[in-house]
Structures are given as C-alpha cells and as structure tokens.
C-alpha cells in the first residue's frame, strides 16, 4: 500500500494537470504488477467492495475511539476516510508488523465472505500508518475523489508507455484488472492486447470549432456537410451478441437506454447522436434529453414520456469488417447501404446537407431555426475515421448565439427561492494549463437542474472562501451569450455579454472544454 | 515537578479571583491580566506572538526573551514600564505570588503560575512538548486549576516525528534539485525551530529568507541559538534561489513575492497541514505538519501530568478536551476568551 498512498497523498496535493500525470507515469514505473493494475483499477473506478460502506467504518471506529470525540472530529475534518485516517489509535505493538500489499488487500477482500470484511478491514489500519489508512479507506470505499478521471489515468498510461491514447483506449474494454497484458504491451514487452471481438468501444473521432478565417481556406467541394444535432455523442456497438452504448468518452451506458439497446438486433458499430423522439423522429428539445441522463437505470414512466431516438452519422464496423480506413463518402455509402438493409427501429440517418459554396451553406445555417439543430458539421469527403480531434477533416459550426464550453470553478447560494442553492457560477476556461475565469451566470437551467448542480456542486467542493465554494474542474457548462468584450474587471481580460448557462454538459470532459484563445478570438471589433 | 501547595480548608475556588473580562484573564488580588487583549494597567506576557503581546500597557512583566521580542516588534508599545523576570523566579504582586515556567512554545514563552489563598492556577499559554532547541522545554506544574490552550484539541491532531517531516522536506529538495523550495512558516519560533531541524539534520547550505524573517532569526541568535549562514532571499539572484531553501511568512508563499523563485514547490509548516483540505485549501504542495502546539495526545498528557482537579480551556477546539477531561473526572469548562488567532500554528 506504501506506492499507493504516496501516490494518493501526492495527487491530492497536486492542483495541475501535467503534475499528476508525472505522479501517475512515476507510479506506474516504480510500482509492480500487479499492484499497479490494482491501482489503476481504483483510479478507474473498476473495483467494487459491496460490504465496505461508510456506516460499517462508522460503526467499526466507533469501537475503538470515542463516539463525541469522532463526531467533533468529523465535523472539523468532513471527509470520512479522512477523519477515520487521523483519528484511528495506532497501537505500538502493532507497529512493527507489515502492513498489506495492494494485491494483498485487494485479493483477501474478493475472497472474503459476507461479514469478515470488516474485521479484515480493522486489521490492517492497525499496521497502517495515516497516508495508508487513508488510502486503503478510498479505495475500499469505492471513490478515491483525488481529482483523477480515468481518462487521465489514461492519458498517463500512454504517455508513460508512448503509446497513442487512441490505441490505449481501443483495446480498454477489452482487459480486466490487474490489466497484466496492458503494463507488458506499455513496457515493449508484448503486442497491443486485441481490442476483443465483443462490443468494445472504440474512441470517437472529433471536430474542431470552424473559425471564419478557416472557411477561405478551404474548397467547399471536398466537404460534405450534415446538420448538427443538439444531443448526446454516442457509439452503439453491437457485437457477437453483446451490445452496448457508449458515451463520447466511452463510458458504458446502455443500462440507462434499453430502448435503444432493445433494438440493436444487428452486428455492428455506430456513430450518431442521442435525441429524444416522440413520434417517429420528431426531434423534441435537449431539455426532454436531459431527463434521461445521468440515471443508472430508468423507469417505465420516464421511457414512455421520453422515448430515446438515435441519428446515425457514421459506421465504424459493419460486422466483422472494420470500415474506418475508408474514406467518409464510402463510409457514408456503406452506412446507407446498412441501414436500408437492417430498418433498426428507433433509429434514422441523419441526412446529408447539398449546398453549393459557403456563402449558400452560410444561409442554410442561420435559416434553420429548428431547435434541435445546433448548427453544421462539416467532413471532408476523403477522411477516414481516427480517434480524436485531429484538425482539418472535420469541422462543427454551429449557428446562432455565440456559446463556448467552460468549466466550472466556483459556486455561490443564491438568494430568494434559491437562497439555499448553489445558484451563481463562475466559469472558466483554459489558458496553458489552467482555468481562468471569463464571467458568471445566473439562470438558463431549470428548477429541476438547480438542484443537481447544487448537489455537484456540494459533492466536489475543493475549497471554501466564505460563500463561495471552488469546485473540481470537473463539469462542463455550455454558456450562450451576445458578445464577448475587452474588460479589466476580469482576470481573462474579457467580458461577456449577458451569458446564460445554454446546457450543462454532464457528458464532457472538464479538459474539452474551450480554451481562452477561442473566446478571445469571438471579441468583436 | 514541584509539590502542590499546601491544602487549606477555608481557600476560595479559583472562579472568586481569577475573572473573564473583556480586555482578558484577570487576576483580581493582583491587579493583573495575563495577556491582555486591549491596553491595561498591568499585564502579564506569556510569549511574543502578536495575539498575546499587544501594544500599550502600562506595566508588562515577562521573560527577557519575551520583552526583547516585544521590543522589536512593537517598539514604544512594548510598554511603558517593563520588568523581566528569569524562569522559576518568584515576583509578589498584590496578594499573588507569581512564577514564570517554560512553556517550551517559542523563545521566552512562559507559563504563568499563580498562587493566592493556598490555591494555584497555572495558565498554559502556547505551549508544545516536542523538543526544541530554539526554546526551553515545557515543566509540568501540579496545580489546583489548569488553563490549557486547545488549538490541536482534537484527536485527529497528532504530530509526526519531527525530523520525519524535515525529511520530507529534504527528500524533495533532492527530487527536485533545480526547483526552489519555499516554506510558509511563522517569523517568530516556526521559523527559527525549522532552520534548526534543518540544522541538526545536516542540512548546512545557506538558508534564505523573507525579509519579515530576518529580525527575529537575528534576536534568536542574540539569545545564543544559532542558526547557520542565513541570506536575504529579497536581493537574491534568481539563478541562486534555484535549488535552494527559502522561508517565508506563510501569506507570502502563495504571493506576488514568490514568483521570484524558479517553479517553487510551496511547503508549509504548520500543525494544520495534518488535515489534507487544509493543506489543499493553501495551495500546498508539500504540507510540513511541524507544529509549535501541543497535538491531542500531548494535551491529555499534560493534563494528567499536572493532575489538576479543574481544567479551563481557552482556545482552540474546547469542546473535545472539555468532553476528554470530564470523561476522566476532571471539572472542565470552556473560558470564553476571544482574539487569539490560529495563524502560524
């Protein structure tokens, strides 16, 4: 545990990103297998211990320490694991013993049979000292809340091992911890582990925002263009029997979507967009999708008021045969040519959009005033399909009120109704490898909303200055707003005009989000 | 450890003489407050730190370590009249016998023994266990009533070793040779206790400081502790400070004045830094959990040590030691005093 703790301890200290990536590739060379892969499952939030919930260490601490002097102590601390870390008695005789290996602590739990675990649990803070109780207690628990999303644990992986991230998350879904085979592949030892012929995910491919000075050049013939839909990225993936949905970051969640899962007969793998549909694809708007998201499962009430609907914008695997080397316009073919032959339900194609010269598509753009459409996607006829966003083949534009993904970084209660909510955020966006903030919103969410935020917001507060509350750069707001100003009030150097939260962005990853460069670009005059 | 003094049947209960009033602990038979907090008659000093030693009184009675950091800090406020007192001296002042006893907090801190009527009450001021060798150690007195700060009266609050912390601190330095280390520490006591860890570890390049820093590390020399070559780290070159040790106050190191250093690691010192959203909330990077109190254990040893039949607690975390010492049958109740801050812990 002594690798891991220190890795713990070092990350939760460790505000920038690049910081923790080093803690992680340092981690990952010094520590080894398995614990390594025990530990990057934790990070990864692959490990589950059932019987290890907080009341069971409430009541285990309670035996050994005061219950006022716990409570006093929690109440100061506010971190569970925390407090029981600080506050266990270590006992002298106890000290010399050695105390548990990652793969000691992990294997004896799986093992370990209804009503031992706790025992085993008391038995090792005993040899622990405070860095390892700490940790073993984050880890038993479920959730570390060290500021590391396993997409940067991830990244460090790849970095560590020079390996493209793409391919690291190709063949993700497709191991088990202690990933064994992964750590080999990244230590030159063995070949990439197969991506597996189930319904694994394979890593999207991105767009750029397109910029006015992009548009001269480049030659509108060699694009194909297609509405923006205002939803959810997914892949629906649909392999030798298995099936699965995908977020954008590949995050399964097909449990929350069995009406989307219920029709995914065939044998093959997907790119579209997540919408909800009453009728056969009536489009309704982002705010009826929301209600589905974030939900582990879903109710009968809930399908039947918010059907799930699928666009189709690409196809990735058309069953055995992996379609992304080839050139968007077959892809395109071979995706129409599927779908007339498999009529999913639930599901259309998102249609391409003719246009002659950008000046026409330009109107074809500011016309569509339908509010399921955010705007254009443009791809070039000849690009294959790549993981990531690489610049050039394809391109989003999107129409409208200017909007911008920010992160956000500090909440306030509001006042009134919502004086008892976190109400009033502040956003940022990137500058290098920090957020800095560029304005404030107020309202664009709904009631409903408000309270989840408000709940986030709670949930990863990293600092207090009187009212207001630092949150994790975790949670991506897209704000709307009129126009973006030179200003000496905020840090940035910009203002915005009357911005609004447009929609929160549960789906994306804080590191996605915008950088300052973008909005500065948007200053008029 | 001294004897308590004799019983007398007839002797009235500390409460009678020893008051809680606006401008601080009063001490009726003499006509004195123990640290007061606005400009009195007579006030008795347990150590330099500002929140204990403030400006304008009349009298002041304290250790010469004492005075003389008052004198720096405080010039004419130091009093209009001062009077040392050596540690383990007795001074008759009204009807109270009053003795200074090392509380082993920062140089010259006292604890301050009170004897009227057959009763003696010992107010702890600041104090530590740990040994230091910038300050002398910590006596327990056996007592009838016990004033005990609490500023780590939780039992979350325990200590590290030391110099397993200032191992810490090297290790980086060596992990991270070409990176500037800066310590946020306290100018009066956390400072100069670091240096000398520093010192007695074997650390023996040049130390550079804030310019805050520099009086006072100069007075504890003054009073023989030293401290090693010691270098403004204000007119240092940049190129120097690479590598190198820097301490500051701990408002500075989050500071404009830090971006002089190369990529800083920002380490503080501080009894707090054992709660990590502490440490997070300061922006630390390296947390120092080197403190100049007495953590949880050290506190309810003390109080068995001094097997006082009544404790008051002053300030800090009252009710978890107050809950602790009426567990063990100890009468305890929390002293409302206001205006000792927790900075520099």
């Known amino acids: 545990m002594r690798n891991f703790s220190a890795l713990i301890d070092g990350l939760v200290f460790m505000p920038a990103r690049n910081g923790k990536i080093r803690l992680l590739a340092d981690f990952f060379a010094t520590t080894p297998d398995p614990d390594r892969g025990w530990a990057l499952a934790a990070l990864t939030e692959s490990l589950v211990f059932h019987e290890a919930k907080p009341a069971a260490i409430r009541q285990l601490v309670a035996t050994r320490v005061d219950p006022e002097l716990f409570a006093l102590s929690y109440d100061y601390v506010g971190d569970l694991a925390e407090t029981v870390a600080l506050i266990w008695p270590e006992r002298p005789e106890r000290a010399n013993s050695l105390p548990p290996s990652m793969t000691e602590v992990v294997e004896t739990l799986r093992a370990a049979k209804r009503g031992q675990v706790m025992g085993l649990v008391e038995g090792w803070l005993d040899t622990l000292d405070s860095s390892g109780r700490f940790a073993l207690l984050k880890l038993i628990t479920g959730s570390l809340r060290v500021g590391v999303s396993a997409r940067l644990a991830k990244t460090a992986l790849a970095e560590w091992g020079k390996v493209d991230l793409g391919d690291l998350e190709e063949c993700w879904h497709g191991l088990t911890p202690p990933y064994a085979d992964l750590f080999a592949w990244l230590e030159g030892k063995s070949d990439r582990p197969a991506a597996g012929k189930g319904a694994g995910f394979r890593p999207l491919m991105l767009s750029h925002p397109l910029e006015e000075e992009d548009m001269a050049g480049l030659d509108p013939a060699d694009y194909a263009a297609e509405w923006k839909w205002d939803g959810i990225r997914v892949q629906l993936a649909a392999r030798g029997g298995e099936r699965r949905i995908y977020s954008r970051t590949g995050d399964d969640v097909s449990g929350a979507f069995p009406d989307i899962a219920d029709h995914m007969t065939f044998d093959a793998v997907l790119d579209g967009e997540l919408l909800v549909a009453r009728d056969e694809g009536d489009i309704a708007p982002f705010n009826d999708l929301q209600q589905r998201l974030n939900r582990k499962t879903v109710t009968a009430a809930m399908l039947k008021e918010f059907p799930a609907w699928v666009r189709l914008y690409d196809i990735l695997f058309d069953g055995e045969e992996d379609l992304r080397s080839l050139p968007f316009t077959e892809r395109r073919a071979r995706l129409e040519r599927w779908h007339d032959a498999a009529r999913p339900r639930r599901m259309d194609l998102s249609p391409l959009v003719p246009f002659e010269g950008w000046e026409a598509l330009k109107g074809l753009r500011e016309g569509s005033r339908e509010n399921s459409i955010e705007g254009l996607m443009l791809k070039r006829k000849d690009s294959v399909y790549v993981a990531g966003r690489p610049k050039g083949p394809w391109f989003k534009w999107k129409r409208g009120a200017l909007t911008l993904d920010t992160v956000l970084m500090y909440a306030q209660r509001g006042h009134g109704k919502r004086s008892s909510y976190y109400s009033d955020f502040t956003f940022g966006v990137w500058r290098g490898e920090e957020l800095v903030p560029v304005g404030k919103a107020y309202f664009g969410f709904t009631d409903a909303e408000l309270v989840e935020l408000d709940r986030w917001v709670r949930n990863r507060t990293t600092r207090r200055y009187g009212p207001v509350r630092e949150v994790e750069p975790g949670l991506v707001l897209e704000v709307a707003f009129d126009s973006v100003h030179p200003s000496n009030r905020h840090k940035s150097g910009l203002a915005m005009r009357f911005p609004r939260v447009h929609r929160i962005r549960w789906d994306k990853p804080a590191v996605e989000a915008d950088r300052l460069e973008t909005l500065q670009a948007m200053v008029v005059g | ?345």
């Open chain 2, 1 to 345: 450890m001294q004897d308590m003094p004799a019983q007398s049947p007839s002797r009235p209960p500390a409460e009678r003489w020893m008051k809680v009033c606006p401008e601080g602990l009063y001490v009726e038979p003499g006509g004195f407050y123990v640290d007061p907090l606005r400009p009195v008659e007579r006030a008795v000093v347990t150590h330099g730190h500002s929140d204990h030693a403030r400006p304008g009184h009349a009298h002041v009675l304290a250790t010469a370590g004492t005075l003389a950091i008052m004198r720096q800090r405080l010039g004419e406020g130091a009093g209009a009249a001062t009077q040392s007192l050596d540690y383990g001296e007795a001074i008759r002042i009204g009807d109270v016998t009053v003795r200074l006893v090392p509380a082993g907090h920062v140089l010259g801190s006292a604890q301050v023994v009170l004897e009227h009527a057959g009763t003696r009450v010992v107010v702890s001021g600041d104090y530590k266990r740990r040994f230091d060798r910038t300050c002398a150690s910590f006596e327990p007195v056996p007592c009838d009533v016990f004033i005990t700060e609490a500023t780590f009266g939780l039992p979350v609050f325990r200590h590290p070793p030391d110099l397993g912390e200032i191992d810490k601190l090297l290790h980086s330095l060596s992990l991270f040779p070409e990176r500037s280390h800066v310590v946020g520490a306290y100018a009066l006591g956390k400072c100069q206790r670091v240096i000398s860890l520093l010192r007695a570890a074997g650390y023996d390049r040049p130390i550079y400081l804030h310019g805050a820093l520099e009086p006072i590390c100069k007075l504890y020399e003054g009073f023989g502790v030293p401290l090693g070559e010691l270098r403004p780290a204000t007119v240092a070159a940049k190129e120097e400070l690479k590598g190198a040790l820097v301490l500051a106050p701990p408002g500075a190191v989050a500071d404009r004045w830090a971006r002089r250093l190369t990529d800083p690691v920002v380490a503080m010192a501080s009894g707090w830094m054992r709660v990590r959203q502490r440490a997070r909330q300061r922006g630390v990077e390296l947390p120092l959990v080197i403190s100049d109190h007495a953590d949880w254990d050290e506190l309810v040893q003390t109080l068995d040590e001094v097997a006082a039949p009544e404790v008051w607690v002053t300030h800090g975390r009252e009710e978890a030691l107050v809950h602790h010492a009426t567990q063990r049958g100890i009468r305890a109740r929390a002293l409302a005093l206001v205006g000792f801050e927790e900075e520099g812990a």
